[in-house]
């Protein structure tokens, strides 16, 4: 198994109720540090694009940084949450994650279960980043398949 890193996003929600994800991440080091925060700083926004929670908290390498929260919209709930299926590019092992707080303005119209890719827009930005950033468990590239719109009680 490859050393990874990771990055854990803990965003809250209108009732302030607060939903995390861990992501694998490349290992940091002095040569690739500014590099990695670059890509991590993109994925951030990225994800902003396509949920409505406010980042409270993010655990990187060493760094706990607080934020916040809450949420302004009474919209915003962790327990919608947009599900994002993705695969290994190399071993094809498949992996999925949870967005808390998802943002349904971004649903394919023609789909109503996901959010659009190829929307040009703020879910492709999303994917890019997502694709740059995050690598499998095994330290691979991995590719997007689908971001589905879901709700947990927890």
Not at 33 to 40: E, M
Not at 41 to 51: E, M, R, W, Y
Not at 59 to 71: L, Q, V
Not at 95 to 122: C, F, M, Q, S
Request: no cysteine.
């Amino acid at each position: 198994m490859a050393e990874k890193g990771f990055d854990q996003l803990s965003w809250a929600d209108y009732n302030n109720e607060v939903g995390r994800t861990r992501l694998h991440a490349t290992v940091l080091t002095a040569a690739n540090f500014v590099a990695q925060g670059a890509l991590r700083a993109t994925l951030h926004t990225a994800i902003a694009g396509i949920v409505n929670g406010v980042l409270v908290k993010t655990a990187y390498g060493n760094d706990e940084i607080p934020f916040a929260g809450p949420a302004a919209d009474p919209g915003t709930q962790r327990e919608t949450k947009w599900l994002v299926q993705f695969h290994d590019v190399t071993t094809l092992k498949k992996y999925k994650i949870e967005l808390p707080g998802a943002d349904t303005a971004v649903l394919d119209p023609n789909d109503r279960a996901h959010a659009e890719i190829g929307d040009a827009g703020a879910v492709d930005a999303f994917v890019d980043a997502f694709e740059a950033y995050v690598i499998s468990d095994q330290g691979g590239a991995v590719v997007v398949d689908e971001i589905t719109l879901v709700g947990r009680n927890l």
